[in-house]
């Protein structure tokens, strides 16, 4: 089976300034007999990792959110993982890393201008465009 963990994380709580702490979500995936091995699987890593790397620094909780156990991939249509909407316009520049590992990086950043945005400074094209109907 593969099982796919999401998490939460707040970390550097002792820090007094709000800019110098941190919070997010990452998700790890492994192949497993169980969910029960899975979770061990993912402890082991989330251990390894705040030896390894800086994302979990300095006063650090990580929860569990939730985990999703596959029997095999779709092949005929696209699943959607993880959908979130937030209130408001986008404002905090945030850091996401897709598959680190303690080889590569893989961390950019990500912001906001006139809600485009932006990673690594880059500006991100739009992949599909929807504008609402408007009635006269």
Known sequence: ?????NFYYVSNQE?????NRRHGEFNLMIEADSAEVALDMFRSRILSL???????????SIFFAQLLEFDGLP??????????????????PFISCIIPSD?????RIHSWKESMPEIEGQNQKV??????STTD
């Open 15 to 19: 820090e007094v300034l709000d800019a």
């Open 103 to 107: 080889q590569v990086d893989a961390c």
């Open 75 to 92: 092949k005929s249509e696209a699943m959607i993982l993880n959908y979130k909407s937030y209130a408001g316009d986008p404002v905090m």
């Open 127 to 132: 992949f599909l465009e929807f504008k609402g």
């Open 1 to 5: 089976m593969l099982f796919i963990g």
């Open 50 to 60: 705040r030896e390894l790397r800086d994302f979990f620094t300095g006063d650090c």
